[in-house]
């Protein structure tokens, strides 16, 4: 555990560098996406490795996050954090709503509910297209900063908040009770502990910063989009690069974002065939090494 | 008028949708796998089928068998490479099993897509129909393909009932889906009896897949919808149960003509999520489900 937290402190302290030591603004900017995606798979691995439920539906946190601040910002046209905060607002309250209901099912019926949530958001934005900008996407006037360096570095601090919080919250009672309901829902529940209560509050937190970080994204790509923020694929990503890191670790899928986009961007040149190649290494990971990049990373120094 | 021709063409689609949706739930009722490949299936014998059948001139029944032919042999890799080495792996904890099979094949339906994509088109085709012209019935014109569709499912759907409930293979499917332990104790080797159901499965998911692509048109871009359309009225009939997805398959199909319609063509898919979403809220297990 110690060694994970200064492994983890000594790579964020490289990342957070990285940008003053002159690399080109198009490197920046994949930094900052890793940022952004890493903010949602810890989210998402909260839900997964702690508590035990499949969400679907991580674009479905996001899309609220990105559609609330972009649609403050381009219809009332407040200012940028207030637009950031309504968007996270926005991801909170849907949250709330979808997940007191659905955290009652178990299983399959939790990750359908959340496939269906996004499914409907999805239409929703097509169908008010008048003020959401339908399939075309929705351009926001105003953006975080206009330097790549000083829009890493927004990304990178929201990157490092959520990873604390996150990390911290994983490791505190809350996260064991949360693995134990996980786990063993009926010995859980049996010790007297509110299962469902604690579904809820992980549940919550990961659509605080799901839907930050959308709200946040939606500033530094200049638009929020169907198939940028909303689309399954973009909740697929998000799972990839969950197990792919290594889930039920908060460290893992901050490794597992940084190798898919990453290898996304390397993979360029082949076109469509890098999903392929992408999608096939992290099943080929997940079948041989269940524990992902981080479990193999350390069983290497164990042995 | 109007309304005869909801029945009729709600009446296509749902025996089509009813198809589409049945391999999904047999191979959760057989073996308790939640595949979310299926899309993916149904789309490789689509594009499959089209392939054959128009680019390689091979005709409307050479590239539906094709098709079919892909669909099983997509169905027996989604199997072999996926849900087999899930199943067996020993690193992976019992717990975690389900989350794995839905995470691989999720990763598998991925995979199937870009190649799809990439070998194919990306351009949304349609599968060359089986027999064309017209039938009037009782006034309303209605394409003798909307018909073969519609009595092919069916034809299928009473297939399948007979094998489970008339032969031995397929008593086996039933009792392993009943209790698994107990049909390895009276001597069945249950590894025997998943791939019969796999095999099944192909069969069903690569009919289904070359109907639909003939009937709404198919694209590689259509994959997470068809998957979730199948697991949300696989869910809504009740999970593992034949006769509740049929239910469910008709109540969606008769939703979605309804829409389309009376409402608009756009919002055809909305009525059915808002639907399952209650029927998820009040009644978790389905309409025929166990839990």
């Given amino acids: ?303 | 008028m109007l309304a005869l021709q909801i029945i009729i063409d709600g009446f296509a689609i749902s025996a089509l949708y009813a198809l589409g949706a049945l391999g999904f739930t047999l191979i959760f009722g057989v073996s308790g796998v939640l595949n979310l490949a299926h899309g993916a299936v149904l789309v490789t014998a689509a594009m499959v089928a089209w392939y054959v059948g128009t680019t390689l001139h091979g005709g409307a029944f050479g590239g539906a068998a094709a098709g079919i032919l892909a669909g099983i042999v997509t169905a027996f890799a989604t199997y072999f490479i996926v849900v087999r080495p899930i199943e067996r792996s020993r690193a992976i904890p019992n717990a975690e099993r389900e989350l794995f099979v839905l995470t691989g094949t999720l990763l598998w339906a991925v995979m199937l897509q870009t190649i799809l994509s990439y070998v194919f088109t990306t351009t949304p085709i349609t599968v060359q129909e089986l027999v064309g012209g017209t039938v009037n019935i009782l006034g309303v014109k209605t394409p003798w393909n909307e018909v073969l569709i519609a009595a092919v499912s069916w034809a299928a759907l009473g297939l399948l009932w007979l094998l489970v409930n008339r032969t031995r293979a397929g008593k086996q499917l039933l009792a392993a889906s009943i209790n698994p332990r107990g049909l390895t104790l009276v001597g069945v080797e249950l590894g025997q009896v998943h791939l019969l159901a796999w095999l099944i499965y192909g069969i069903l998911a690569g009919l289904a897949g070359v109907l639909l692509g003939g009937f709404l048109g198919t694209s590689s871009a259509y994959i997470p919808a068809l998957t979730g359309s199948a697991f949300a009225i696989v869910v809504l009939g009740g999970l593992g149960s034949v006769s509740g997805t049929i239910i469910a398959a008709y109540v969606v199909g008769y939703l979605e003509t309804l829409t389309a319609y009376l409402v608009d063509p756009s919002l055809r898919a909305i009525p059915a999520l808002v639907l399952l979403v209650l029927v998820l809220y009040f009644r978790p297990q389905g309409f025929l489900g166990r839990r």
């Fill in chain 1, 1 to 303: 555990m110690k060694r994970q937290i200064i492994i983890s402190l000594v790579g964020l302290a490289i990342l957070g560098i990285a940008p003053l030591c002159g690399v080109s603004d198009y490197i920046t900017g994949v930094l900052t996406m890793i940022c952004f995606y890493a903010v949602f798979a810890m989210s998402w691995d909260l839900l997964f490795g702690y508590a035990g439920e499949v969400n679907f539906g991580p674009s479905f946190l996001i899309g609220l996050g990105a559609y609330g601040a972009g649609m403050a910002d381009s219809i009332y046209g407040w200012p940028v954090p207030l637009c950031i905060a309504a968007g996270t607002l926005a991801a909170l309250v849907g949250g709330l709503v979808l997940a007191v209901p659905a955290l009652r099912l178990r299983g399959p019926y939790f990750g359908l509910i959340t496939l269906v949530a996004v499914l409907l958001l999805q239409d929703a934005i097509v169908v008010f297209a008048g003020t959401t900008g339908g399939e075309i996407g929705l351009s926001v006037p105003d953006v975080l900063s206009v330097s790549a360096t000083v829009n890493f570095y927004y990304a990178f601090g929201l990157m490092a908040l959520a990873g604390v919080v996150i990390f911290t919250v994983a490791n505190s009672p809350f996260g064991l009770i949360l693995q134990a309901g996980g786990q063993d829902p009926v010995e859980a529940q049996a010790l007297g502990f509110n299962i469902v209560k604690h579904k809820i509050v992980a549940f919550m937190l990961s659509a605080l910063f799901s839907g930050l970080a959308g709200a946040m994204l939606v500033f530094y790509l200049g638009t929020a989009s169907v198939s940028a923020m909303v689309d399954i694929a973009v909740g697929i990503q998000v799972i990839i690069a969950a197990v792919l890191g290594g889930r039920r670790t908060i460290i893992g899928p901050v490794l597992g974002a940084a190798f898919l986009i990453g290898a996304g961007e390397i993979l360029r040149p082949l076109g469509q065939l890098s999903g392929f190649v992408v999608a096939a290494f992290a099943l080929g990971v997940i079948l041989v090494f269940p524990n992902g990049l981080l479990g193999l990373l350390q069983n290497r120094r164990r042995a």
